[in-house]
């Protein structure tokens, strides 16, 4: 195991005042930008000047921040030159570790953990075992983080982490979109919505607009016609009321349907599947599906064309 440095353990906070103009940066994009929240800040320092100090690495004479970067924001729009800084560790390692331990209390989300966590993994070389070890939790809670941000292509984590789009968003509607249709589909739907100032509402309806709607409605969303988009799907009648009980049968059993040819076609090719008796049973089953593909298609494209005439 990896030994950390034994200020992790030994140090004890030193507050002092820094020039601002000193202040080491280079993790500013592992925090979460919240525009919002940021003009309420710089409101209060306005008042009352900066009450919590900077915390962050004293590693010799460089103050290396790992919170606090809306208030250095807000201390260059105020033109503040001085800033209360504490020191969490002799180096990156251990004042990230202390920062990581006291996420119960601070303003840390879930992404900034998983961030801080993949670079102590990523780039200070330690192991989950070791991580979980200094931070006194546990591997599943070490392995989540790291596997949620290896889930994010580096487009969406731009886009999170500079505020453009929502992260409950991203949590609750398009990462379960994900799992059906695929990482690469993301990105073009977070892109083209980044930056709108959409309501989470808002932007559930389009996900499902875009990830299971016709390619017409993907079109207007990646042209960036959002508005238009919205309008359509307030055209729609809501479920339940706007559908009969067979109706809704029918679009279940569609997105059924949908949801299995996404798995069917992302397993067929795996190296897994090596048994003979898997390969006799899943050949006959294929020669059935494939004896109605003609009047399946055709059924299915009639019924496309009906629904886009109603």
């Not at 049973?281 to 059935?288: I, M, P, V, W, Y």
């Amino acid at each position: 195991m990896n030994s950390l440095p034994e200020s992790i353990s030994e140090s004890r906070p030193v507050r002092h005042e820094v020039e601002r103009s000193q202040l080491d940066l280079r993790f500013e994009g592992y925090r979460m930008k919240n525009a919002g929240l940021e003009d309420r800040l710089l409101s209060s320092i306005a008042h009352q000047g900066i009450q919590e100090p900077l915390e962050g690495a004293l590693v010799g004479s460089s103050h290396i921040l790992l919170n606090g970067f809306k208030r250095v924001r807000c201390a260059h729009k105020l033109q503040i030159h001085t800033v209360p800084f504490r020191s969490l560790g002799a180096d990156e390692v251990a004042a990230i570790v202390q920062l990581l331990r006291g996420a119960r209390d601070k303003s840390l989300s879930l992404l900034e953990q998983a961030r801080f966590v993949d670079e102590l993994k990523t780039n200070r070389g330690l192991g989950v075992a070791e991580i979980a070890a200094h931070l006194s939790r546990s591997k599943a809670w070490v392995s989540l983080r790291l596997g949620l941000l290896a889930q994010m292509s580096p487009l969406v984590r731009e886009q999170l982490f500079a505020g453009a789009f929502p992260v409950y968003s991203y949590m609750y509607t398009v990462r379960e979109f994900m799992r059906l249709n695929g990482a690469a589909q993301v990105d073009p739907f977070v892109q083209a919505l980044s930056g709108k100032k959409l309501s989470v509402r808002q932007i559930e309806q389009l996900a499902h607009g875009f990830f299971r709607g016709p390619e017409s409605f993907r079109a207007e969303i990646l042209q960036g016609n959002v508005a238009l988009a919205l309008k359509q799907l307030d055209q729609v009648p809501p479920d339940p009321d706007g559908c009969s009980e067979f109706e809704r049968v029918l679009l279940h059993d569609l997105e059924t349907l949908q949801k299995y040819q996404q798995r069917v076609l992302g397993k067929c090719s795996d190296s897994r599947l090596k048994s003979r008796a898997f390969f006799a049973q899943a050949h006959l089953l294929t020669g059935s599906l494939l004896s109605r593909t003609t009047a399946f298609h055709q059924t299915l494209s009639q019924f496309h064309d009906r629904c886009g005439q109603a």
